[in-house]
């Protein structure tokens, strides 16, 4: 369900930790695609739901690109 929708960042080596991105974070979301491009080394995020309060959700369109 949505009310779980989070707009933290994790990345796992050997044990999971937290990043803290040094520019804004994309929307916190759901139901979207995420794919790693191992040639340039970047997690690519595409599309999914934001949702507010109650019951309203809105479809999001955007990419996001995370490199590190």
Do not use: I, K, M
């Not at 080596?13 to 340039?40: K, N």
């Amino acid at each position: 369900t949505h009310q779980n929708q989070v707009d933290d960042l994790w990345a796992r080596t050997t044990a999971w930790s937290e990043l803290t991105p040094t520019s804004a974070l994309s929307p916190a979301r759901d139901r979207h695609a995420l794919v790693y491009d191992t040639r340039r080394n970047v997690v690519l995020v595409f599309g999914g739901r934001t949702c507010g309060g109650g019951t309203h959700c809105r479809a999001l369109g955007d990419t996001w690109e995370l490199d590190w």
